[in-house]
């Protein structure tokens, strides 16, 4: 028979962990590793304990290595569920009640029975935390509680067994998970899938794992279907943060490998950042010729597999809020980034030749751009949606041939970011690598102007019948844009 108990977060670690020492026949005290996880959820929030659950992702693992340890291993986990106001056992059976219960869940998290490395497959909707004042990517999962079918949107997150996954598996794990449930080409990913995808760079054994190498996260990326990039502070210097922020705010998520280069080596995932501020945006320099929105210092959601999911730190102190000093002095010294495998033209060459385009072609000054990669259906969907556009330019942007991928540049300064608004726009075809002259020019909007490449590669222009010096930003890319007193 399946057990279901609904408890308060206050009743949680105590209740948790009798299930825990009761279902899986031990000892281990683990209220302490409960309370440092929930704390972070709000305060008035119940959770569903349900035991016996088959969790794919251990199953998977079980049956692939700890089912062959003289050591008794369950092969089934604890789940619980999270909802945010009081519920009862009886509200499931409440047809009246069951849209309620949706409206009210926030996801779930599995219990392990590999202590001390408790935490399994999870998905926590941001809105279940007392701070949810940033912006990531997230998919949106199906799953059930007490039988009854809900969603959740959310980043998937686990903790590291340390045997057969350890971060960097976590991580590879993620990413792929996030992936297969938001496009349909990417299928999920389970543990004996990177161990089997390995085996041919792999010299030696794989299990107990002790990790991979940044090139074999790559290489299994690059198998799973992503052309993959790596980036190294080394070789992009002062341009890497602005690099991966562009990516994150594109809504790529992106593997993350911080060092201190003595002790420790993390791979962790980077999903979003923090809502802005007119103070973030205050900080841009309105003398400066121009600015790139992606170097604005804010903070970033990191999905670490020793914390609870979505930390927030900056980019230059990805662990500051580890409490160890040697976690905290870590750095970002690569990233890998999983692109679609037809994107040739990366953030760093468009980046440039965007900034060509507006210095020599356009002769703007003073100005602050943001960069973005996204999908040209998505970008013309929210042009044509759009009720404060005028129907010319929704024609205008229609009638462009674009790739599955483009590169947008939106052009604005300091107080229409604050309005959420830009003044110009560039959009460039992620599909050509050669930024010689207009090859990856897609269209370019300022004024009353419509420029785009004809079919001979020449720029054609169109006039519009009205100047259009202001419009909405594109708000697609990490669902959402923030300034405080504008909400999206």
Same mark, same amino acid.
């Given at each position: 028979? %399946?057990?279901?108990? %609904?408890?308060?977060?206050?009743?949680?670690?105590?209740?948790?962990? *009798?299930?825990?020492?009761?279902?899986?026949?031990?000892? %281990?005290?683990?209220?302490?590793?409960?309370? $440092?996880?929930?704390?972070?959820?709000?305060?008035?929030?119940?959770?569903?304990?349900? @035991?016996?659950?088959?969790?794919?992702?251990?199953?998977?693992?079980?049956?692939?290595?700890? &089912?062959? =340890?003289? $050591?008794?291993?369950?092969? /089934?986990?604890?789940?619980?569920?999270?909802?945010?106001?009081?519920?009862? !056992?009886?509200?499931?059976?409440?047809?009246?009640?069951?849209?309620?219960?949706?409206?009210?869940?926030?996801?779930?998290?599995?219990?392990?029975?590999?202590?001390?490395?408790?935490?399994?497959?999870?998905? !926590?909707?941001?809105?279940?935390?007392?701070?949810?004042?940033?912006?990531? #990517?997230?998919?949106?999962? *199906?799953?059930?509680?007490?039988?009854?079918?809900?969603?959740?949107?959310?980043?998937?997150?686990?903790?590291? /067994?340390?045997?057969? !996954?350890?971060?960097?598996?976590?991580?590879?794990?993620?990413?792929?998970?996030?992936?297969?449930?938001?496009?349909?080409?990417? =299928?999920?990913?389970?543990?004996?899938?990177?161990?089997?995808?390995?085996?041919?760079?792999?010299?030696?054994?794989?299990?107990?794992?002790?990790?991979?190498?940044?090139?074999?996260?790559?290489?299994?990326?690059?198998?799973?279907?992503?052309?993959?990039?790596?980036? #190294?502070?080394?070789?992009?210097?002062?341009?890497?943060?602005?690099?991966?922020?562009?990516?994150?705010?594109?809504?790529?998520?992106?593997?993350?490998?911080?060092?201190? $280069? /003595?002790? +420790? @080596? @993390?791979?962790?995932?980077?999903?979003?950042?923090?809502?802005? #501020?007119?103070?973030?945006?205050?900080?841009?320099?309105?003398?400066?010729?121009?600015? /790139?929105?992606?170097? +604005?210092?804010?903070?970033?959601?990191?999905?670490?597999? $020793?914390?609870?999911?979505?930390?927030?730190?900056?980019?230059?102190?990805?662990?500051?809020?580890?409490? &160890?000093?040697?976690?905290?002095?870590?750095?970002?010294?690569?990233?890998?980034?999983?692109?679609?495998?037809?994107?040739?033209?990366?953030?760093?060459?468009?980046?440039?030749?965007?900034?060509?385009?507006?210095?020599?072609?356009?002769?703007?000054?003073?100005?602050?751009?943001?960069?973005?990669?996204?999908?040209?259906?998505?970008?013309?969907?929210?042009?044509?949606?759009?009720?404060?556009?005028?129907?010319?330019?929704?024609?205008?942007?229609?009638?462009?041939?674009?790739?599955?991928?483009?590169?947008?540049?939106?052009?604005?300064?300091?107080?229409?970011?604050? *309005?959420?608004?830009?003044?110009?726009?560039?959009?460039?075809?992620? #599909?050509?690598?050669?930024?010689?002259?207009?090859?990856?020019?897609?269209?370019?909007?300022?004024? *009353?102007?419509?420029?785009?490449?004809?079919?001979?590669?020449?720029?054609? @222009?169109?006039?519009?019948?009205?100047?259009?010096?202001?419009?909405?930003?594109?708000?697609?890319?990490?669902?959402?844009?923030?300034?405080?007193?504008?909400?999206?």
């Amino acid at each position: 028979m %399946i057990s279901q108990e %609904i408890h308060s977060k206050n009743n949680l670690p105590i209740a948790l962990e *009798n299930s825990f020492q009761g279902f899986f026949n031990v000892k %281990i005290p683990i209220r302490q590793e409960i309370e $440092n996880f929930i704390k972070n959820l709000k305060d008035v929030t119940f959770f569903v304990i349900e @035991h016996p659950y088959v969790d794919k992702v251990y199953r998977d693992s079980y049956y692939y290595y700890f &089912s062959s =340890k003289l $050591n008794y291993y369950p092969r /089934d986990c604890i789940k619980v569920s999270i909802f945010a106001k009081t519920i009862t !056992i009886d509200d499931f059976y409440s047809v009246e009640k069951q849209q309620e219960l949706q409206d009210n869940y926030r996801g779930f998290f599995v219990i392990r029975p590999t202590y001390p490395a408790l935490f399994g497959r999870s998905i !926590i909707d941001k809105r279940a935390l007392k701070n949810n004042e940033f912006l990531i #990517t997230e998919s949106e999962f *199906n799953t059930t509680c007490n039988g009854l079918k809900f969603y959740v949107k959310g980043f998937p997150y686990s903790s590291q /067994d340390s045997e057969t !996954i350890t971060c960097a598996e976590t991580s590879l794990w993620g990413v792929m998970e996030y992936f297969s449930h938001r496009y349909a080409e990417y =299928k999920p990913l389970l543990p004996s899938k990177i161990v089997d995808t390995l085996k041919i760079i792999s010299f030696e054994r794989q299990l107990p794992s002790k990790g991979l190498k940044y090139g074999d996260l790559s290489y299994a990326l690059k198998e799973f279907g992503f052309g993959t990039r790596i980036y #190294t502070r080394q070789d992009f210097k002062d341009e890497f943060e602005i690099i991966l922020a562009s990516y994150i705010e594109s809504g790529i998520p992106t593997i993350i490998a911080a060092s201190n $280069n /003595d002790n +420790i @080596h @993390h791979a962790l995932v980077c999903c979003g950042r923090e809502k802005l #501020t007119e103070s973030h945006i205050d900080t841009i320099d309105e003398r400066a010729i121009m600015i /790139d929105f992606n170097s +604005i210092e804010k903070r970033f959601v990191f999905v670490d597999d $020793n914390h609870f999911p979505y930390q927030i730190s900056s980019l230059d102190r990805p662990c500051h809020y580890y409490p &160890s000093a040697e976690w905290k002095k870590s750095q970002i010294e690569q990233f890998i980034v999983p692109l679609y495998p037809k994107i040739y033209l990366e953030a760093y060459e468009a980046r440039e030749y965007c900034k060509y385009l507006l210095f020599e072609i356009l002769k703007v000054k003073q100005i602050t751009y943001r960069l973005l990669l996204t999908s040209s259906r998505s970008y013309k969907d929210e042009i044509i949606r759009s009720v404060d556009l005028p129907r010319e330019f929704k024609e205008a942007v229609a009638s462009v041939p674009m790739p599955k991928f483009v590169w947008l540049c939106e052009i604005s300064n300091k107080q229409l970011l604050k *309005n959420h608004k830009c003044h110009g726009t560039i959009m460039l075809d992620a #599909t050509e690598p050669n930024i010689f002259r207009y090859k990856p020019l897609l269209f370019v909007h300022s004024g *009353n102007i419509f420029m785009h490449k004809n079919g001979n590669g020449k720029l054609e @222009h169109k006039k519009l019948p009205l100047s259009l010096d202001e419009y909405g930003i594109y708000k697609n890319n990490l669902k959402g844009f923030y300034i405080q007193g504008y909400m999206s």
